[in-house]
């Protein structure tokens, strides 16, 4: 069992997953790595999720689980609470309904040590619940800290944390504006170039389900990322600035990918050329940006994918609500 200063702090934020907490909980067990705790915060669930951890802590008394329970005050509010309680010297923000690979730990653990970085973030698998794969969320050639901005199967120093007073806010979406205010300190972030981590997709949850199901939630999102982006970009340099505002790029062609399935021709062109306005005003020289050049090559070289690029592309040319039309068709499925 670790000390009370563990090299990893296993932060869960549950809010109504006693269903799923079991098996999260059966691939920690499972971890060669050991020196860990686990913080599980839970928000004031209505079912039984308490009693679950708690039979949890009884039957694993060789594992640190620390439980605090709170009233109800949302998921920002109980994911900082991790960050205000965790002990360990690097952080790992957990979703309740998700699980790790038996040497999840392990890896992210030997990258940290190796290259001291603030940030360790590993390759995820997109999974059902039986644990088929969906999707491999794999990182381009030549990633940099602002192209991968997911919470899952990433490790983020403590210290680095606690000298900039980092904090979750209400900014959605929460993880690219938590990790964005993040990489303005951080020195290194450490890509590990595999799958360690298996992030559930499923119907019920929030984050996922209730995202894109309307247009304003779209158009909503875009304007979030862009504001943030706003926010960041006076405190870096001007290559950041660059990687970033092809990450906002990216977002905005997934969103509109997104919110134009299933609906008409003229829908479509009405909400691009809606989302295409909050570009133009935030970031008047988007359609510029080498990284959404196919034949970058190099150290500046972004694989973003095909249909991104088809969509920059056919801006160019006047042509994306015809284009719209077909690559929503075939990709407004996917999630992001």
């Known amino acids: 069992?670790?000390?009370e200063h563990p090299f990893i702090t296993i932060g869960i934020a549950s809010y109504n997953y006693a269903s799923t907490l079991e098996k999260a909980f059966a691939h920690i067990r499972k971890q060669k790595f050991t020196d860990y705790e686990v913080l599980y915060c839970d928000d004031g669930s209505k079912d039984?999720?308490?009693?679950?951890?708690?039979?949890?802590?009884?039957?694993n008394p060789d594992i640190t689980i620390r439980i605090m329970e709170w009233e109800n005050s949302g998921v920002m509010a109980n994911k900082q609470?991790?960050?205000?309680?965790?002990?360990?010297?690097?952080?790992m923000l957990c979703d309740a309904d998700d699980w790790m690979d038996d040497d999840?730990?392990?890896?992210?653990?030997?990258?940290?040590?190796?290259?001291?970085?603030?940030?360790?973030?590993?390759?995820i698998k997109n999974v059902d619940e039986e644990g088929r794969l969906l999707h491999m969320q794999k990182f381009s050639k030549y990633p940099n800290k602002w192209s991968e901005e997911l919470h899952h199967g990433a490790l983020y120093r403590r210290a680095t944390?606690?000298?900039?007073?980092?904090?979750?806010?209400n900014h959605i979406p929460d993880d690219f504006c938590f990790i964005t205010n993040f990489n303005v300190y951080a020195k290194k972030?450490?890509?590990?170039?595999?799958?360690?981590?298996?992030?559930?997709?499923?119907i019920d949850s929030t984050s996922r389900a209730n995202l894109l199901n309307s247009e304003w939630k779209g158009i909503k999102m875009v304007e979030n990322v862009l504001k943030q982006a706003q926010r960041v970009k006076p405190q870096i340099g001007p290559l950041d600035q660059l990687q970033l505002q092809a990450e906002c790029i990216k977002k905005y062609y997934y969103y509109l990918i997104q919110v134009a399935a299933g609906r008409s021709l003229k829908e479509q062109k009405t909400l691009y050329q809606q989302m295409r306005?909050?570009?133009?005003?935030?970031?008047?020289?988007?359609?510029?940006?080498?990284?959404?050049?196919?034949?970058?090559?190099?150290?500046?070289?972004?694989?973003?994918?095909?249909?991104?690029w088809l969509l920059a592309l056919s801006e160019?040319?006047?042509?994306?609500?015809?284009?719209?039309?077909?690559?929503?068709?075939?990709?407004?499925?996917?999630?992001?």
């Open 48 to 59: 039984d999720s308490v009693e679950v951890i708690r039979t949890l802590i009884a039957n």
């Open 316 to 336: 160019k040319l006047h042509m994306t609500p015809i284009l719209l039309k077909c690559v929503s068709a075939v990709f407004g499925d996917k999630l992001l």
């Open 104 to 123: 999840c730990l392990e890896v992210l653990a030997e990258a940290a040590k190796r290259s001291q970085a603030d940030r360790v973030v590993s390759e």
């Open 277 to 308: 306005e909050l570009m133009r005003r935030y970031e008047p020289d988007y359609l510029k940006n080498k990284y959404i050049r196919l034949w970058t090559r190099g150290p500046y070289m972004r694989k973003l994918h095909l249909e991104i």
């Open 189 to 202: 972030t450490e890509f590990v170039f595999r799958s360690v981590y298996n992030w559930y997709i499923h």
């Open 161 to 169: 944390l606690l000298e900039h007073n980092l904090r979750f806010t």
């Open 81 to 91: 609470r991790i960050l205000d309680n965790a002990r360990g010297e690097y952080v």
């Open 1 to 3: 069992m670790p000390g």
